[in-house]
């Protein structure tokens, strides 16, 4: 017997106009007005690369001349084409996330579609009750496609990754959207299907390696074997997918191989890195996986495991078969992983927010009650602590709020800015109509269960982007030690030398306009040294200009240098820059 019993009337969708208001105030914020910080300006550096470069920038991934073999270009391709087209109006930043906002866009709908077409299928629906008032089977897809929604939107890595210019950003919404290509394959088996299943497949090969798409399309293969069908004409439509998808990285492959870029063969060191990426699963990644996993998936995987439990007596279901075998495949792609990383578990969270959208009409009502009122105090408290440590940092009471507000940003001055205040302030109002809603009308509808946390969680990041924007700015950016190298650096200086990451060499090219060694490796009078001020000696050494890392540590003589310029962060207590020039 199917675990669903709903009337209509919990299926009313969410009013279109909330949906889009809800998307825009979770993605804008983070994007406006933010400096590229240390997690995502390394790709920003690749991107604005290759918008102010020639061909050669285009098919060797490159931050100022260090070239960056990892991934794969088609993420920095988008934002350096966003640049051209965008960064004229509103600058190279924020041309490059217009890029951000589009996989944001790409990643939701594709969720979207594809719960409303696993949503309305027969064997999703409910119980057909006694008397009638059942849902129909396209307001049930609607309003589980809601709910999927709003689900991935109130997830902790989403959040955590989706405001940056990363190619795992991208790689998560090609998922997404290679989920809804998969649906529509199996629902028609045509040629059509099957090569937009091969273009999603190629995307994601050139955007984070091949293993991905390797493991999704075996995980496909198996859901059509669990399903039952044809074998013929399935491995024959999943042929053409797999041929598209070679045949897409191959844009890049073939004239990176053919060119030679700057005399170097990206195609080799791109493949090794898709090697390095594959090991025997051990005990250490799968305990980062759950001690990461536990929070980061919040709360799609206890919606999901749940789904798992209600809908185990039913057999041949594909809202639960599909889902259920790319979690599957693609947690033991990330186990297979020797080197984890936070952002590599986004590839699992459209899937996972797929299954949990079918696990919520399964769940008692005591159940969300307590899924609510858990949401509406935690994430009120939160807000108001914000709000609190805002009017503390500005005003010093309570002075203890206040000294730990202030103490990781030491030198800032603090300013009200009536913009930001006034978006905080109207996001505040939506949060206390929200839950004034919620409390005093009691809705029947499916999705008052996952409103309130994603609408609170959007709250608190629209407070920290409004309120602590310029506090995050001054403590992230290298905007400031930019124009310190740049106004000590002479306006003759020929190239500069460095071992600083590719983080740092974005911000200080972008911001300062530094002149960096190009890739050929040309000999430069200057050099900008980068280490610890705890362990001076344990710096990256140089090579050409490019940073060697774990080698031996390269013999500095200071007689050969001339000291122009020391600084640092005045956030970062340990971190160093030092700008030399060669003594005649």
Not at 20 to 40: C, Q, T, V
Not at 405 to 419: D, N, Q, S, T
Request: glycine share 8%; hydrophobic share 55%; with cysteine.
């Amino acid at each position: 017997m199917k675990p669903v019993r709903l009337p209509a009337a919990a299926t009313l969708a969410l009013p279109r106009w909330a949906l889009y208001a809800l998307g825009l105030l979770y993605i804008l914020p983070g994007l406006i007005g933010r400096d590229p910080w240390k997690d995502d300006a390394a790709s920003f550096g690749i991107m604005w690369t290759m918008a102010h470069g020639g061909i050669q920038d285009w098919l060797l991934p490159n931050v100022a001349g260090l070239p960056i073999m990892d991934e794969g270009p088609l993420a920095f391709w988008l934002g350096a084409l966003c640049i051209k087209l965008f960064g004229w109006a509103v600058g190279d930043v924020m041309g490059a996330r217009m890029s951000t906002i589009g996989i944001f866009v790409l990643g939701t709908v594709s969720l979207w579609h594809t719960a409303f077409h696993l949503g309305r299928r027969a064997e999703a629906q409910p119980l057909r009750l006694a008397f009638g008032g059942q849902p129909e089977p396209a307001d049930y897809g609607r309003t589980l496609a809601d709910t999927a929604v709003l689900i991935y939107l109130g997830s902790l890595g989403l959040l955590l990754h989706s405001h940056e210019t990363l190619a795992v950003t991208l790689q998560g919404a090609l998922l997404s959207w290679f989920l809804f290509r998969s649906v529509r394959l199996i629902e028609e088996m045509n040629t059509r299907n099957a090569l937009l299943v091969g273009v999603a497949l190629g995307a994601l090969a050139i955007t984070r390696g091949f293993a991905p798409p390797l493991v999704l399309i075996a995980a496909l293969y198996l859901c059509t074997r669990m399903l039952k069908m044809a074998s013929a004409p399935t491995l024959r439509h999943l042929g053409q997918a797999a041929c598209v998808g070679v045949l897409v990285p191959m844009l890049w492959v073939v004239p990176a191989a053919i060119v030679q870029p700057y005399g170097m063969d990206p195609v080799v060191d791109w493949l090794a890195w898709n090697a390095s990426q594959l090991s025997i699963p051990s005990w250490l990644s799968l305990k980062a996986f759950f001690r990461v996993g536990i929070w980061y998936f919040w709360p799609a995987w206890p919606f999901a495991a749940w789904a798992a439990w209600a809908w185990r007596r039913q057999r041949g279901l594909l809202h639960i078969i599909l889902p259920t075998c790319f979690v599957g495949v693609l947690a033991l792609l990330i186990l297979c992983d020797p080197v984890p990383e936070s952002g590599d578990l986004l590839k699992l969270l459209p899937p996972m927010a797929l299954m949990a959208a079918f696990g919520l009409p399964t769940m008692k009502r005591g159940a969300i009650n307590a899924i609510d009122w858990f949401s509406v105090m935690v994430l009120t408290l939160l807000g108001g602590l914000i709000w609190l440590f805002w009017v503390a940092k500005l005003t010093g009471w309570p002075a203890q709020l206040a000294k730990n507000a202030l103490k990781l940003v030491p030198g800032f001055k603090p300013e009200v800015g009536i913009v930001a205040v006034t978006v905080a302030g109207i996001a505040t109002a939506g949060w206390i109509f929200l839950v004034h809603w919620r409390l005093s009308r009691q809705p029947s509808v499916l999705w008052r269960a996952v409103v309130l946390s994603s609408g609170g969680l959007i709250l608190l990041w629209v407070l920290l982007m409004t309120l602590f924007l310029p506090d995050l700015n001054y403590a992230r950016s290298y905007a400031s030690v930019a124009q310190q190298i740049a106004a000590r650096l002479p306006a003759d200086a020929d190239c500069i030398d460095t071992n600083v990451g590719s983080a740092q060499r974005a911000s200080f090219a972008y911001f300062g306009h530094l002149p960096f060694a190009p890739v050929d490796g040309t000999r430069c009078s200057y050099m900008l040294l980068q280490d610890s001020i705890k362990n001076p000696t344990q710096h990256a050494p140089i090579q050409n200009g490019v940073p060697v890392r774990g080698g031996a540590v390269a013999p500095f003589r200071a007689r050969d240098w001339t000291l122009l310029w020391e600084g640092r962060r005045p956030s970062d207590r340990d971190e160093r820059f030092r700008l030399y020039r060669r003594a005649p």
